[in-house]
């Protein structure tokens, strides 16, 4: 699978962004998907991710401030993000994840740019 991630920019603290992935090929409901993000001189993070039946997660710092989503019919992962924070300065990466017997197998997405300000 491939994903084209978009939607990141800058934005003022309190601001909100949307994010969206697309992912090609025709099993994208059998993936679990997820967003990372990577600021700099910090070592990537997951920040949420979603299955296939749509149940999601988050880590505790964005909770009740980002929402993750799937559009399965679209072949799409949405990250929404309000509150922000100028500590959500970071690439954001989708993530697909499926497991060959019990063995994950990972796919990325190039990374978009999310900066806030102060």
């Known amino acids: 699978v491939q994903l084209q991630a978009s939607g990141g920019g800058l934005v003022q603290a309190g601001g909100s962004l949307r994010l969206s992935c697309v992912a090609s090929?025709?099993?994208?409901?059998?993936?679990?998907m997820g967003w990372f993000r990577q600021a700099p001189g910090k070592e990537r993070e997951g920040v949420s991710c979603?299955?296939?039946?749509?149940?999601?997660y988050y880590i505790d710092s964005v909770k009740g401030r980002f929402t993750i989503s799937r559009d399965n019919a679209k072949n799409t992962l949405y990250l929404q993000m309000s509150s922000l924070k100028p500590e959500d300065t970071a690439v954001y990466y989708c993530?697909?994840?499926?497991?060959?017997?019990?063995?994950?197998?990972?796919?990325w997405g190039q990374g978009t740019q999310v900066t806030v300000s102060s």
């Open positions: 993530n697909a994840l499926r497991f060959d017997d019990l063995d994950p197998i990972n796919y």
């Open positions: 090929g025709r099993t994208f409901r059998g993936y679990h």
């Open positions: 979603i299955s296939g039946e749509s149940r999601a």
